[in-house]
């Protein structure tokens, strides 16, 4: 009896355990990438003009593919937390939400490459017939390309961060980007939100409605009626919503009703981000 009682108790641990982390999961991605509330904080970045700002972290992001040693990288990414800490965009959440999915995404790429580059192995373990015998070329390869998917993610980040998401749009609207493009980006961000939304109160609604402990059965009957459930109302919504944006006049072009005026600040900024990769770039060649 007591075996079946914390049997059912570890059971239904689990199942809270499930659905507060898929809660929680939704929510702080809803709260933290929707809110702006870094975007509307007086930081250094926040100051600058969305063009400049824009056009910097391309140059940035094409200085880090072009980067060919770690300590090109290791500079762009040093200068990347200088500008987050002049914007004032925590360190925490900054470093964690790039740094806690790039080493199991990017290594999932790049680990074969570990052990088929040839050169001086590490160490060499038989396995029956097969052999692993990782490479330092391998490890150095796979050091580079997961540092190179970080600073580029991390800029990214941090432009999205600190840049109120239309401002981003119309920026790129600037530097004539097809409209179809900026287009889908601005649906694709918006569905986002009203999925997670929806999510959100799905869970929500259910963890209202259940009182005792369900089987595994169950669960996954639920788990895939929801999934249908999600899909059945996210094509329903974009019909909503295009019908919705038509009917009030939208033509395909983004607009906003701040205006941009490029000041000295914003050139000089922009200026000495391009120097700085140009830099880094040459850094990375001679070290190389």
């Given at each position: 009896?007591?075996?079946?009682?914390?049997?059912?108790?570890?059971?239904?641990?689990?199942?809270?355990?499930?659905?507060?982390?898929?809660?929680?999961?939704t929510a702080n991605i809803e709260h933290a990438v929707f809110s702006e509330r870094h975007a509307r904080s007086a930081g250094w970045l926040q100051r600058r003009d969305p063009r400049a700002k824009l056009v910097g972290f391309l140059v940035a992001i094409v200085a880090a593919s072009l980067a060919s040693s770690v300590v090109g990288l290791a500079l762009l990414y040093a200068a990347t937390l200088g500008a987050a800490r002049a914007s004032r965009v925590p360190f925490g959440?900054?470093?964690?939400?790039?740094?806690?999915g790039i080493p199991f995404f990017a290594g999932i790429v790049v680990v074969p490459a570990i052990f088929f580059v040839p050169g001086d192995r590490v160490f060499d373990l038989a396995l029956g017939p097969a052999h692993l015998a990782p490479s330092w070329n391998g490890l150095a390869g796979a050091l580079l390309f997961v540092s190179r998917v970080g600073v580029s993610v991390s800029l990214a980040v941090l432009l999205v961060v600190t840049t109120p998401w239309a401002d981003v749009l119309k920026s790129l609207r600037a530097l004539r980007t097809p409209q179809v493009f900026v287009l889908v980006l601005s649906m694709t961000y918006r569905y986002i939100f009203l999925f997670l939304h929806t999510t959100n109160g799905i869970l929500l609604a259910r963890k209202s409605r259940v009182v005792g402990r369900t089987r595994g059965g169950e669960q996954r009957?639920?788990?895939?009626?929801?999934?249908?459930?999600?899909?059945?109302?996210a094509f329903q919504m974009s019909n909503d919503v295009y019908a919705a944006m038509l009917s009030r006049g939208f033509t395909g072009e983004v607009r906003v009703y701040s205006t941009y005026r490029m000041r000295p600040a914003?050139?000089?900024?922009l200026g000495a981000t391009a120097a700085f990769c140009v830099t880094a770039v040459l850094a990375s060649r001679v070290v190389a």
């Open positions: 009896m007591t075996a079946a009682v914390g049997g059912r108790a570890s059971s239904e641990g689990r199942i809270g355990w499930l659905e507060q982390t898929l809660g929680g999961i959440f900054f470093v964690k939400r790039v740094w806690l009957r639920w788990i895939t009626g929801t999934m249908g459930n999600l899909m059945s109302r914003d050139w000089l900024a």
